[in-house]
């Protein structure tokens, strides 16, 4: 199974990372990137572990608890693509079409 990391998610883990880094915890900061990373590595051979996304109910929009955060993830037949990685309580908006 392949997994893609959009911009939207790669600039959410540079916040994350720039977060550790202003409150002085390198070492954390370090450790906790690659636990997340290695929570995403694990949907190459279990894509479904997810639970779906409560904001949209869609089977193909699901998300990994790595807390504090969501790691939210579009399932397709043969990839995965994460799109975000948010700070749990924050709900998940999707963005609109506006002409």
């Known amino acids: 199974m392949k997994i893609t990391i959009s911009n939207s998610a790669f600039e959410d883990l540079q916040g994350i990372k720039e977060y550790y880094i202003e409150q002085l915890v390198p070492d954390i900061r370090d ?3 690659e636990a997340i990373f290695d929570h995403i590595d694990s949907l190459k051979d279990h894509p479904d572990i997810g639970r779906i996304v409560p904001e949209f109910e869609e089977t193909h929009i699901r998300e990994l608890i790595h807390p504090p ?4 993830y579009l399932r397709d037949k043969n990839a995965i693509q994460i799109i975000r990685v948010w700070r749990s309580e924050r709900l998940l908006k999707l963005p609109t079409n506006e002409a």
């Open 31 to 33: 450790s906790f990137i």
């Open 69 to 72: 955060f969501r790691i939210v």
